[in-house]
């Protein structure tokens, strides 16, 4: 990840949380992640709640979003009673959308809008750029003028945003948070706010917001999940994955900078420092070019084949997340591959994992030439045969003929 990341809004839309809702009925268990059968396991980053209760064949094995309302978990769910509902938004960045600030101060309140907890402007970070003494810039990411970064450090905007998670976690319907933009990169050194007189520097910055991820921690039930958005590529010593079950890996593939090994490794580091179940979502998207990238799709829901507790996210990107018309692919819900026989090889830029049921197969480098004795169809083209060839940079996933 560079500084030139685009970093990821949640667009909550949302009618203003009353008391009974925020005290809803509706109950989920937390899923298991043993998927013996392994499927395709589908994804939903910062879903669009009206597509997909409108788009009613569309089946997901993890949603995430800003809020559920108890009768909008309990219709997601008797779509597809497995599915987990992650909810929340960030810790140390906010939009500047009069919309969202309500959302987040009005469930940081328990539903009142005008309750104490509010967003001043000392909790801020911001610069001194003219040397006067004066805080007169707001931190902000590149590209990024609406979004500012919070103060971790800043006793009020803990309380506030402890309120929100607290709130948000132990709602019935919820079965964990998610926690966007999580941030390992100083764009913010040398800033400070008007509630905590010592600027920030890279390494205080990390610090910062390891404590404020512990405390939020604290506030979660231990039978619920903590899910973190910190891009593809997380550097490998971050003490964030003491606290989280699993991540996002947005822009997977895309423009960021992670080709599919430094991808791989990344969801492997994930797998293998956070806490149980470990989960991963690739979340793949057309580098907002609004134009699907087939090879791009195909190697991304196969790369999330090659390991275990993964998930397969696909939207527009970070100008349009969540959408659910475009995106949804029947054809590989309930796709059984069987037991995996074995972790995933990687030989001559080919990678590759076999199940009892069928194998994945990436090409990188090279073209991969792939041959079977018995007809096969490869789910990602529909293409049959006894032999394949698979293009470099492309992906696909075979089954038995006589499994269609």
Known sequence: MTTKRKFTVICVVFVLIAILSINGSAVHTIRAQENPQRTVRLALWLAKKDELLAHETANYDLVMTGWFEPQEAAAIEERYPSVSLLSGLTHTWVWDNPGWLQFLVTVANGGDANGPLQITEDMYLMFDDNGDGALDRRCSPPGWADIYAMDPRHPQWQALILAFYDTVAHQP?????????????????????????????????????????????????????????????????????????????????????????????????????????????????????????????????????????????????????????????SEYDHIVLGEPLGPFTFDAGVYRRDFAAGSVIIATEQAASVQFDALHTNLLTGESGTEFTIPPGDAGIMLPADEF
């Open 173 to 329: 319907q919820h079965d964990g948070i998610v926690i966007d933009m999580l941030d390992a990169y100083p764009f913010c050194d040398g800033a400070q706010s008007g509630g905590v007189a010592v600027p920030l520097d890279a390494t205080t910055w990390i610090t910062a917001q390891d404590e404020l991820l512990s405390l939020i921690q604290d506030h979660v039930p231990d039978d619920k999940w903590i899910i973190a958005n910190a891009g593809h590529d997380f550097a490998a010593d971050s003490p964030f994955p003491a606290h989280l079950n699993g991540y996002v890996l947005e822009n997977f593939l895309g423009s960021w900078g992670a080709d599919l090994p430094e991808g791989l490794a990344s969801a492997q580091r994930a797998l293998a420092t956070t806490q149980a179940p470990h989960i991963v979502v690739f979340a793949v998207d057309t580098d907002d070019t609004g134009i699907v990238d087939g090879p791009r799709f195909r190697t991304g829901i196969a790369a999330s084949l090659l390991l275990d507790n993964t998930y397969f996210a696909f939207d527009y990107g970070s100008r349009d997340h969540g959408g659910v018309a475009d995106w949804w692919r």
